[in-house]
């Protein structure tokens, strides 16, 4: 069983290292946009909405982010469908966004902490670490995978997740369990 959670874990670092480095130096510069307009905003005219400024950081960053993921970290994996993409992206961004939003809520309204600082940490630190989390493996698997799985360096990811490639692709077409192909199964002694 060791060896088997060893397995996974090794397969689980073969399989993100390929992205991980792009993927951070976007969410890094796209940090020190959403940090930089969040400051500013708390500093200046919505000093008393920290929630709505959050939110307006955050839309800024993600369309820096888009722009910089789609033409740079994942460029080789563009869909097609841009419009399909696009809407992909802000969904997964826009619970990001709830993420980080979510953050400076729970400091402001139910710990009460109001000051800039302790709201900058909410949602520029706790919520932009946990947003970044969910958006790798949003992006990872439901933005830009189509293409990726049909790649053959990507062809075995999903196995290395746990779930065979075949039951993905027979769950996406609405299959319960394996189709009848009219052979004959072979019993193998």
Known sequence: MLERIKSKIAGLISLFWRE??????????????????????????MSDSQ?????????????FSWVANRYWTFRHRRQANVV???????????IGLG??????????????????TSVFIAGSVVGLILGT????????FWVFGKEMDQEEEFAHDHELLGR?????????????GPTDTGSTPKVLR
């Open 164 to 176: 065979p490639k075949t039951d993905i692709g027979a769950a996406a077409n609405g299959s319960t």
């Open 133 to 140: 989390i969910f958006r790798f493996f949003a992006y990872r």
């Open 51 to 63: 929630v709505k400024a959050k939110i307006i950081a955050g839309v800024v960053a993600t369309i």
């Open 84 to 94: 399909r993409e696009l809407v992909m992206f802000i969904i997964m961004n826009a």
């Open 20 to 45: 991980v480095a792009k993927f951070g130096v976007v969410g890094g510069v796209a940090f020190i946009i959403d940090s930089g307009i969040y400051v500013w905003l708390l500093h200046g005219s």
């Open 99 to 116: 993420i980080a939003a979510a953050c400076v809520w729970v400091t402001k309204y139910w710990m009460g902490l109001t000051d800039p």
